[in-house]
């Protein structure tokens, strides 16, 4: 049972009479317990409500379109809490964060509903076998978090006594013909090595049914005081992770016809090795783990260079990027300034005081950051920031400083791009749409 907050104007439920405050207590004789729910059963053409409305129950029919909404807003978008994590995974980012940031930061969610909706990953460990068996009634795509198929390891690695026993529900969502992309976060000592090695294995035998696989680097900020004593990844270790992966890669094309298992670009990155081709990539099922992005944008700004012409006259444009993707970011804008005489563009590698040096991604850097590394700097007409650095559709940076703070003690124009290279090379060249 959920109650409405409220009714949209002209909507199918609207017009049927349900009114703020009502109760919805079921969809087509199904109990409504949260937007899954809500979402599966107002699918259908034809819909009976019933309604909670006072102490007076109301039975309404709408007759509709296939999946056309039918209107009812809730107080949140789940229709109740988010589900958070009952782990205490030695490689926890939010664990290794400093006192003092805004509350909502330090929130673990582990939320099966938002995996489906959102594209968020899940552990699987706060489920329960009636959870299961909904998101297979459902056909529910999802994201999980695997990090080991070792139980005795996941144990381990995740401080939950469960950790190990809920691996079952992998299998038995992957033989159900549920399709899951797998991510697993490598940590040196532990994960890595013979163990990555059993965990391509035993997810290889889901395949098709396992969708994608990407393998991330470890990230590990100078906030670790009494924490699991994990080291980060060097160029050896980071070769020998990729190796590993690219082996299983060209057992997976031979077997199934696709790579299905991706390391990151920063494995890349701190091997010292050059990035894949873009087909290597196929179809980037894994770009939100940071897998193909710099491949992606390097394909597109070249492509985009090819056909840019120059309008206008001189311009001084600076780009502020992390330490991994600093060569990379730095060879592009020397593209552009070899590409057009009237083009000057500045690369300034931002070191991660916030967090320590050992953060080297770009969308970890703060405003402070950047202000301190940049001031009394000659920027030139603007300067560019990838807007990973800010909170979604926000202007706001993780320390909680703004845009416009960052403008008025640079005295500079700041914009924030994507990672696209279409719009990263307009942005150097100054143009708007």
Known sequence: MVKINSVMHGSPSDKCGVKKDDILVKINGHGIKDVLDYMYYAADTEVSLELLRGNETINLDISKDEYDDLGLEFETFLMDSKQSCSNKCVFCFIDQMPPGMRETLYFKDDDARLSFLQGNYVTLTNLHQEDIDRIIEM???????????????????????????????????????????????????????????????????????????????????????????????????????IDIIEEFQQVFLEKFGTRTVFPSDEFYLIAERELPPMEAYEDFSQYENGVGMLRSLIDEFDKALDMAEWEGGERHVSIATGYSPFSTISSLAKKAENRFSQ??????????????????????????????????????????????????????????????DVEKELNVKLTSTNSDGYELLDAIMGITY
């Open 139 to 241: 056909k529910l795509n999802i994201n999980v978090s695997v990090h080991t198929t070792n139980p005795e390891l996941r144990v381990k690695m995740m401080h939950n006594r469960f950790a190990g026993e809920k691996l079952k529900y992998i299998w038995q969502l992957a033989e159900s013909g549920i399709k899951l992309n797998c991510q697993i976060v490598c940590c040196p000592g532990l994960n890595d090595g013979d163990e990555l090695r059993r965990s391509l294995t035993d997810l290889g035998t889901l395949m098709p049914n396992i969708t994608s696989m990407a393998v991330v680097p470890v990230g590990l900020t100078k906030f670790r005081k009494g924490l699991y004593p994990l080291v980060g990844f060097t160029k050896e270790t980071a070769g020998e992770t």
């Open 343 to 404: 083009l000057k563009c500045d690369v300034y590698r931002i070191r991660n005081d916030f967090f320590g040096e050992t953060i080297t991604v770009t969308g970890l850097i703060t405003a402070q950051d950047l202000i301190a590394q940049l001031k009394g700097k000659d920027l030139g007409d603007e300067l560019l920031i990838s807007s990973a650095m800010l909170r979604r559709d926000s202007d706001v940076f993780l320390d909680d400083l703004t845009v416009s």
